[in-house]
């Protein structure tokens, strides 16, 4: 059995995570939120599917970026300063999970 080293989930990445999951929270259920690290991106997704990703971030070179995919399904990035800058996402956040989540209507987060 082959050991993939090459991918390491670092704490900026985490804490990435929980920034969208943040964002999210007011829409969706948070626990319908997952992530997944591979070499080159870590994947935010919708119902731990990877057809439904909600960002890529990328954050191991030199500059780091946020990415989305258009309506033809083109991923576009977004070049960000820090963490942060996740902030300044936050209409790019709600339309992805808008255009990934078929079943919003029942699982609609419970103001509270």
């Known amino acids: ?52 990703p909600l960002c890529r971030l990328y954050m191991n070179g030199q500059k780091k970026y946020i990415a989305f995919l258009d309506e033809a399904r083109k991923e576009v990035k977004h070049e960000i300063q820090s963490l942060n800058d996740i902030y300044n996402f936050t209409e790019h956040l709600q339309k992805s999970l808008a255009m990934m989540d078929t079943k919003s209507e029942s699982s609609k987060a419970v103001n509270g």
């Open 1 to 52: 059995m082959k050991k993939d080293s090459a991918i390491v989930t670092t704490a900026e990445e985490l804490e990435a995570f929980y920034i969208v999951r943040a964002i999210l929270r007011s829409t969706v259920n948070g626990e319908r939120i997952y992530h997944r690290d591979a070499q080159t991106y870590f994947a935010i997704l919708l119902d731990d599917n990877n057809r439904k």
